[in-house]
């Protein structure tokens, strides 16, 4: 009686310890695929910290060409992009020489800004050779290289889309709708830079491009100068 009584204990016991063994099998793949969602959340933060910086750097650089030379080296062409709703390739918004607005890039269904149009036209340098004049802004990089070389030796890179588009500016007085404040090129143009950095092999986002988009206005040209009395002042 005795004897079975400590075998039945025996067995019980390793029972337990089978039992806990696979409990904390569990708890360290839970661990650890729990550090690595971890891992990677901060490895996609940087990325998309990364190419918001690579699109400030687009957007001033261009911002600080003279106002004549902020206009593209030649139209980029329209790209039919298979995932339409959150299109992998910015091109999708273009529309022969058109671009179009989005409250949201990352959705295609996404109406225009408030208080602007569909699809503003593309400002392009008639200039048959651009370069010439020592300021050229491609629509399209590839294969820039961002940053040092990964562990793996490999060097990150990134392709970057340039958009400039013609903004039009309201500038006429509430109280005389035909006088024009801004006429001819008095106007402003409108800067979209998307960035979109190669695949992570950890499959960390942004695997879509990141956007950013500024007004840049002419420097040097203030509003017609008319009589102080017809302004109302």
């Known amino acids: 009686m005795l004897e079975r009584l400590r075998s039945e204990q025996a067995g019980f016991g390793i029972v337990e310890v089978l039992v806990a063994a696979v409990l904390l099998v569990i708890g360290i793949l839970a661990s650890i695929g729990a550090l690595d969602g971890a891992s990677k959340a901060s490895y996609s933060a940087q990325r998309h910290e990364q190419a918001i910086s690579i699109a400030q750097r687009e957007i001033e650089k261009i911002a600080a060409f003279p106002w004549d030379f902020v206009e593209l080296d030649s139209y980029p062409t329209t790209v039919v992009d298979p995932t339409p709703n959150n299109p992998a390739d910015p091109r999708a918004y273009v529309s022969g020489t058109n671009f179009?607005?989005?409250?949201?890039?990352?959705?295609?269904?996404?109406?225009?800004?408030?208080?602007?149009?569909?699809?503003?036209?593309?400002?392009?340098?008639?200039?048959?050779?651009?370069?010439?004049?020592?300021?050229?802004?491609?629509?399209?990089?590839?294969?820039?290289?961002?940053?040092?070389?990964?562990?793996?030796?490999?060097?990150?890179?990134?392709?970057?889309?340039r958009f400039v588009t013609r903004r039009d500016e309201d500038c006429s007085l509430v109280d005389l709708p035909l006088v024009d404040l801004c006429p001819g090129e008095q106007g402003a143009k409108r800067v979209t830079v998307a960035v979109a950095l190669e695949p992570a092999g950890n499959g960390a986002a942004p695997s879509k491009p990141t956007y950013l988009t500024t007004v840049v206005t002419e420097p040097d040209v203030a509003p017609l100068d008319l009589p102080l009395n017809l302004l109302g002042l």
């Open 100 to 161: 179009a607005l989005k409250r949201n890039y990352y959705d295609s269904a996404a109406g225009p800004p408030s208080d602007s149009p569909a699809q503003e036209a593309m400002v392009r340098d008639p200039d048959a050779t651009p370069t010439a004049d020592g300021y050229s802004i491609p629509p399209l990089s590839q294969n820039v290289p961002v940053g040092p070389p990964s562990g793996s030796g490999v060097q990150p890179e990134a392709t970057i889309w």
